[in-house]
């Protein structure tokens, strides 16, 4: 999946998300990052843990 990407793609799960779990995230991309104790909605659960995450990768797009 993430050869076929046109763009820079991360993959990210919440380790209490009983929709996508994390054997299923490391399925996809073993280095995929776990927001640990978060669940599917982690944006609304935690979203400065999201923005943690997403910014650096977000900016480092901006600086090429």
């Given at each position: 999946?993430?050869?076929?990407?046109?763009?820079?793609?991360?993959?990210?799960?919440?380790?209490?998300?009983?929709?996508?779990p994390?054997?299923?995230?490391?399925?996809?991309?073993?280095?995929?990052?776990?927001?640990?104790?978060?669940?599917?909605?982690?944006?609304?659960?935690?979203?400065?843990?999201?923005?943690?995450?997403?910014?650096?990768?977000?900016?480092?797009?901006?600086?090429?």
């Open positions: 999946m993430r050869r076929a990407a046109a763009c820079p793609t991360w993959f990210a799960a919440g380790s209490e998300d009983p929709m996508v994390v054997a299923d995230l490391r399925a996809l991309d073993p280095d995929g990052f776990v927001f640990e104790g978060l669940g599917h909605n982690l944006h609304v659960q935690d979203p400065q843990a999201l923005w943690a995450y997403a910014a650096p990768r977000l900016n480092s797009l901006l600086d090429r």
